[in-house]
């Protein structure tokens, strides 16, 4: 994955503690002290692991739980339930595991947690999630996703639809003010920043620019430039958010945000699928990572992200999976084969559409790049860290074994990878996680779910209260002619 495309057909890799020290055919072992593993690799390819550059862990435990809904409708049936949900250090714990586990046996070696906590977090959820990834073994950079606005405050319309009554229910939510939150960020980084080896990182997160007040917003630039975090910000994932910018702005959130100063090459900018021509010169020109999730993106029918428009301003793109409620796998391979699908029928010339090669550079040094470890991961070069997986080269995926990244790509679903390493510790074997007793954390999900359902159908039929008036919301905003369109087929149309 070097900027030459070295591959070899025969290599040893040597590893010495948590980094590659030597790679290339007939390479010499030294003369080792202390304790020497060799690992046969015969028909076995060894590559870079899989990077999930977008991802929330605290909805791993409601895979399957709703039927495909536009966002806004989606949010206001999950994200209520959590605050009822309200998870101590255990629950935080055993449901980020539950995905790591998933992850790491699939070949995904690193990921970006954007992970909200409803209605806000503690230090023992955040305990939780980042114990969880410190004993998986897994490389991970974990932001506080939290919001300082009041609800009907996020959307356009919704204020004056709403009922005098359920307008004053929002004003009563909790919500931790901009000090709180800060508070938190300070004992996350404090605690857990640069934690476990290395493998643990803290990045920063708005969530979204209309889910934060101005003084958060900097705030949170200035924690990320002080520490050199990663900054983590949804924007335009929907058209609904597009008209929000006209609304609320009187410009597109993108331009908002740059006008305020904080775009830059520490930004993942998530989604960004109802960008306009110049929004995509500011996140070229800004250095912007965009993290693309097409799987989530049919799930919710949020739209197409301009992917050729994107690339051809040399914008960074990397692939998540989003959610675990709207990719209800988290298997990037499944992400990388939508990515490489989805784009073709956005425009006939194919000479445009993304290649098997293109799809795997996003998938995994676009990932490095957005977590600010390009110099460390994403290769397999001496100096970098060992974060790598062994896939089977005689499974069916690649039987016979034409192409190997078009296979990579369009084949191969996880069930290849027999080895997975990070940072010179092997933390999957032959389908083993070594590092946690799955069934055990298996079985921990499966009760707290359990205990969850009840509290969940009630919270439920409270959102049903509220949902009528966001569908006015939504339907308003989805006729709207913005002047562009990102979703396929003519049903669309204003009017
Ligand atoms: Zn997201």
Not at 205 to 216: D, G, L
Not at 290 to 300: E, K, Q
Request: net charge negative; proline share 5%.
């Amino acid at each position: 994955m070097d900027d030459a495309g070295t591959e070899f057909a025969r290599a040893n890799v040597l590893i010495d503690g948590p980094r590659i020290a030597g790679i290339g055919p007939d390479l010499e072992f030294p003369d080792a002290t202390g304790e020497v593993h060799d690992i046969r690799g015969r028909d076995h390819l060894v590559m870079p692991g899989l990077i999930n550059g977008h991802f929330h862990s605290p909805v791993n435990l409601m895979k399957g739980s709703l039927d495909s809904l536009p966002l806004e409708m989606f949010m206001l049936y999950e994200s209520p339930s959590l605050g009822d949900l309200m998870a101590g250090r255990r629950e935080a714990y055993v449901r980020t595991m539950l995905g790591a586990i998933e992850m790491l046996k699939t070949g995904v070696t690193a990921l970006q947690d954007d992970a909200f906590f409803v209605p806000v977090p503690t230090p023992d959820a955040i305990d939780g999630v980042m114990q969880a990834y410190g004993d998986s073994g897994i490389r991970a950079t974990v932001a506080l996703d939290q919001t300082d606005v009041v609800e009907y405050a996020k959307f356009p319309f919704l204020e004056n639809l709403l009922p005098e009554a359920l307008r004053r229910q929002m004003d009563n939510d909790p919500l931790l003010g901009r000090e709180a939150l800060l508070e938190l960020y300070g004992y996350l980084i404090e605690r857990w920043n640069g934690q476990a080896q290395g493998r643990l990182g803290v990045a920063v997160s708005c969530s979204a620019p209309q889910r934060v007040t101005v003084e958060y917003f900097r705030a949170l630039d200035d924690l990320s430039r002080r520490h050199d975090l990663p900054f983590y910000m949804h924007i335009l994932e929907t058209k609904l958010q597009r008209v929000l910018g006209d609304e609320k702005y009187g410009q597109s959130l993108v331009k908002y945000v740059d006008d305020l100063g904080l775009l830059h090459d520490r930004s993942t900018v998530i989604h960004a699928i109802w960008v306009d021509e110049s929004d995509i010169e500011i996140l070229a020109q800004r250095r912007v990572t965009v993290a693309h999730n097409p799987v989530c993106n049919l799930r919710l029918g949020s739209g197409v992200m301009p992917f050729r428009k994107l690339r051809n301003r040399n914008v960074p793109v990397c692939l998540g999976s989003d959610e675990a409620i709207a990719d209800d796998t988290i298997n990037m391979w499944a992400s990388a084969k939508m990515a490489g699908l989805i784009h073709n029928i956005t425009e006939p010339d194919y000479h445009n559409w993304p290649r098997a090669e293109e799809v795997l550079g996003c998938l995994i040094r676009g990932g490095a790049r957005a977590m600010r470890r390009a110099d460390r991961i994403g290769i397999l070069a001496p100096g970098y860290e060992a974060d790598l997986i062994m896939l089977d080269l005689q499974t069916l995926a690649f039987t016979p074994l034409n192409d190997l990244k078009r296979q990579l790509v369009y084949c191969e679903n996880g069930s290849s990878v027999r080895l997975t390493m990070v940072a010179g510790e092997i933390v999957v074997r032959d389908g083993r996680v070594l590092t946690v007793d799955e069934n055990a954390i298996r079985a921990e999900a499966r009760d707290i779910a359990g205990h969850q359902a009840a509290v969940i159908q009630k919270v439920r039929r409270n959102a049903d209260l509220l949902a009528p008036y966001y569908r006015d919301m939504y339907l308003r905003a989805a006729r709207r002619d913005v002047g562009i369109n990102r979703w396929v087929g003519d049903a669309w149309r204003p009017g």
